[in-house]
């Protein structure tokens, strides 16, 4: 009988796509910029429930590492794990360009830019390289590199584990962000990696994913999740908000604030993951719900439906001075966001699902009548 998965990891896999689509409600649902229009305790609401989105990547790849660290070195086994990640990349890519193509050409609009035929049909076949999702194509290949990672992380006593996250930590995170914040950018240079605070490309999440390891591997499981850990985790989004309101405009730390190198921001994923990995309970809703993440992902974030998508739902257009009001509605169009591509994610995998059970009836059939 197959083993039912704990829920809790799932949920926060779920919370963490909830941040995602919320950090797309502030930039390109013009959340962020319409609240700082009304100002005062609007505006500074619309800025603490911003940093508070800007976790989520980090989250998805630290429980990626804090799950499989575990998992022994077995190169086919992991290609078919990376294989079912790129056929989704590239079922939607497909699907998606497919339908656009069927639209016309005053939908091809990337960036502001009308593509040409030919480009879109390029991008529409090529996920990876064209990097139509920058995160699912970090995704992939970090998952490609995941056994050889492992193979060096599995060898490491305790002692050393803890030694390597703290290096990456000081390095990777805690100087990469000083270099961009005064007056320590006076003697904390680093020529060729200052882009990598950002976060957005494969060493920070090889580095990301080594910290979910770490924890993986030496946090023991507990009986019930400690609420310190949750504590911690709203304080290093109140700490972000100090330093961001509190701090000179030209130190820096307003653009560093929201990259996913700050230490503060991988602090609080690592706080999360620490208490939802001891919640503990069952849920096939939940665990279902949270298998749509990448889909949902794929689909809120395609290059031609992401603009469409947020000028429906644009705040702009709406009154944005009640404080509990914005509460709410951008509650209720982040998870009806969630919920209308999950639903869509959930039909896609029913359908593809159908369209190989059918296959193997063929083939069934044509055995059966060959013998």
Not at 101 to 119: I, N
Not at 154 to 181: P, Y
Not at 346 to 355: F, P, S, T, Y
Request: aromatic content about 14%; overall charge positive; proline content about 2%.
């Amino acid at each position: 009988m197959k083993k039912e998965r704990d829920s809790g990891i799932e949920l926060l896999r779920i919370f963490a796509m909830l941040l995602v689509i919320g950090v797309h409600a502030f930039s390109y649902g013009g959340f962020y910029a319409a609240a700082k229009g009304v100002g005062g305790h609007v505006a500074a609401a619309a800025l603490l429930m911003k940093l508070g989105t800007r976790p989520a990547v980090n989250i998805f790849v630290m429980i990626t590492g804090f799950f499989m660290i575990h998992v022994p070195f077995d190169l086919k086994k992991n290609l078919r794990r990376t294989g079912r990640v790129y056929q989704k990349m590239l079922f939607y890519d497909v699907a998606l360009t497919a339908v656009f193509l069927c639209l016309g050409s005053k939908y091809w609009v990337d960036h502001s830019q009308t593509l040409a035929l030919w480009r879109v049909i390029a991008k529409g076949l090529l996920p990876v390289t064209s990097q139509t999702w920058y995160f699912l194509t970090d995704y992939l290949l970090l998952c490609l590199l995941v056994p050889f990672i492992n193979l060096s992380l599995q060898q490491l006593s305790k002692k050393q584990f803890r030694a390597l996250t703290a290096g990456l930590v000081l390095f990777m995170s805690v100087w990469m962000t000083l270099i961009h914040i005064r007056p320590f950018s006076l003697v904390f240079k680093s020529f060729g990696y200052a882009e990598m605070v950002r976060g957005k490309e494969l060493f920070h999440f090889i580095f990301i994913y080594i910290v979910g390891a770490y924890l993986g591997t030496v946090c023991e499981k507990r009986s019930r999740p400690r609420f310190l850990y949750l504590c911690g985790a709203l304080l290093t989004v109140l700490g972000n908000y100090f330093l961001y309101t509190r701090l000179p405009a030209d130190w820096g730390w307003r653009d560093v604030a929201i990259h996913y190198g700050n230490p503060l921001l991988v602090l609080c994923a690592a706080l999360l993951v620490l208490f939802f990995k001891d919640l503990h309970f069952h849920s096939r809703f939940v665990n279902t719900l949270a298998g749509t993440t990448l889909g949902v992902y794929a689909l809120t974030e395609f290059r031609f439906l992401r603009p469409i998508l947020w000028k429906v739902v644009n705040f702009k257009k709406f009154d944005n001075t009640n404080l509990w009001l914005n509460f709410l509605h951008v509650a209720l169009v982040v998870c009806g966001v969630f919920l209308a591509a999950a639903a869509v994610d959930l039909l896609v995998g029913q359908g593809i699902a159908g369209v190989k059970k059918l296959k193997e009836k063929i083939k069934l059939k044509k055995v059966e009548q060959s013998s």
